[in-house]
């Protein structure tokens, strides 16, 4: 039963490969076939109109148009594989660049969510426990003297008693 199951995907990748194949030639023919039906009538409409006659082969432009179009859808969904492989590998090294320069960031962001609560020192950023008063990594203190007020304030951007923004 297993064989036969694999008999039957290769089959079908046979036919995929074969239709894929069909897709990107028979693309590609309506493409050219309506570029150029395009071109003969938009050079028709061009000298017409410059001659000051009524264009005669305008229908090349009204046939060519939907052709290409249709071509080139055909041939967009016969070569989709490659189309794919190619913005992939273009895709990866750029996202992979964005993540190295933006790795700190978001390093410098989950330090910070683990250390919500703790008291951090406003001289060397490293967190303390939440009563001490000195920073055990570098001894500085770790309130600061508000400016306007004179009050110590432990922590945040703003002094708790008057409001005014504290510069660390």
Not at 13 to 33: D, F, P, S
Not at 50 to 58: D, I, K, N, R, V
Not at 148 to 157: F, L
Request: hydrophobic share 35%; net charge positive; charged share 25%.
């Amino acid at each position: 039963m297993d064989e036969q199951n694999q008999k039957q995907r290769a089959e079908l990748k046979k036919q995929h490969e074969r239709t894929k194949r069909t897709l990107k030639i028979v693309g590609v023919l309506i493409a050219v076939a309506g570029l150029g039906l395009a071109v003969i009538g938009l050079v028709d409409m061009v000298s017409s109109a410059s001659a000051g006659e009524m264009p005669s082969l305008f229908w090349g432009l009204i046939a060519g148009i939907p052709m290409l179009g249709v071509g080139g859808m055909l041939c967009l969904t016969g070569f989709r594989k490659e189309i794919s492989r190619y913005l992939k590998n273009e895709s990866v090294p750029v996202i992979n660049e964005t993540g190295r320069e933006i790795a700190p960031a978001i390093g410098a962001m989950a330090t910070a969510a683990k250390n919500a609560g703790e008291n951090i020192c406003p001289h060397c950023g490293k967190p303390n426990d939440e009563e001490a008063k000195f920073c055990r990594h570098c001894g500085g203190e770790l309130s600061v003297i508000c400016p306007n007020c004179g009050e110590k304030v432990k922590d945040g951007e703003f002094c708790d008693k008057c409001g005014t923004p504290l510069h660390r």
